[in-house]
């Protein structure tokens, strides 16, 4: 049995629906007054019940409430979890989601003998990074790794649907021109998070993914600029670009984004996937390809 956690999220309803098209057994913690229902509608999660009636078995729990988490791990095997905190708001935040919550996951998990604990963290993130999140993440590394589980720590770029649907997504929608920080001329690790996916389901039953850190990115890093180009030839339209210094507004995306696309300028980021991609048998998504599928006609 696999329990996963962040399934209505739409990373963790995608590995969620893979496993049970498997045949795999699988175990979804849902909350109740879930917020997912409404962003569903958004296109931005997985409603509880498209999963249960897929033949998912929901369990109610909370990763802020410890002896949720031990009933919810009773009988698992492999905990997967995707979960985070970045849509949420009030009691749900960094701290007690994304560090808390999740070091206190590790904890039942293992408490409740689970073998293998798939844990979703972020290229680049360590404890003591500069942004909460990232370090996070790293702190919540730590304790996966000190914890005597058997472990796989999914470490994925930028995700393409996320960010690319946000910043250029936007302003397309909106008939307004990008705004890029910078020059818009640093490489990204850009990675589709149907990779991401394909990773996080491959792990379950391969050895190779024990107790490794897997970097996951796309066949190569773009400059923003060359998203918005690659945007332009999906849509077959010259999208117009604006550039604005560091610390400035960009407009119509969420504040929270700003700091962390102005990171993204400071330099390149590569990730090799040659490797890694004949490794674990997952072809990497290019930005051609998914900007032809999220913007072309038929996104």
Known sequence: MILIVGATGLLGGMITQQLLAQGKEVRILVRHNSPSEGLAQQGMATPAQTLIDAGAQPVYGDLKERSSLDSACQGIDTVITTANAVLRGGDDNLESVDLHGTQTLIDAAKAAGVRHFV?????????????????????????????????????PGVFMEIWIGTVVGMPLSAGQPVTLVGQGACKVAFVSIVD??????????NPNAENQEIYIA?????????????????????IPIQYVATGEPVPLIPPSMAPILAAQEIGDSLIDMSETSSRYGVDPTSLDTFAGRFFGAGG
Do not use: M, N
Request: charged fraction near 20%.
């Open 119 to 155: 844990y979703t963290s972020a290229a680049g993130s360590a404890p003591g990074h500069p942004h909460p999140l990232f370090d996070a993440k790293g702190r919540c590394e730590e304790h996966l790794k000190k914890s005597g589980l058997t472990y796989t720590i999914l470490k």
């Open 218 to 238: 796309g066949p190569a890093s773009y400059s923003w600029t060359k998203v918005v180009e690659a945007v332009g030839r999906a849509t077959g339209q010259q």
């Open 196 to 205: 991401v996916a394909a990773y996080a389901v491959t792990a379950v039953d």
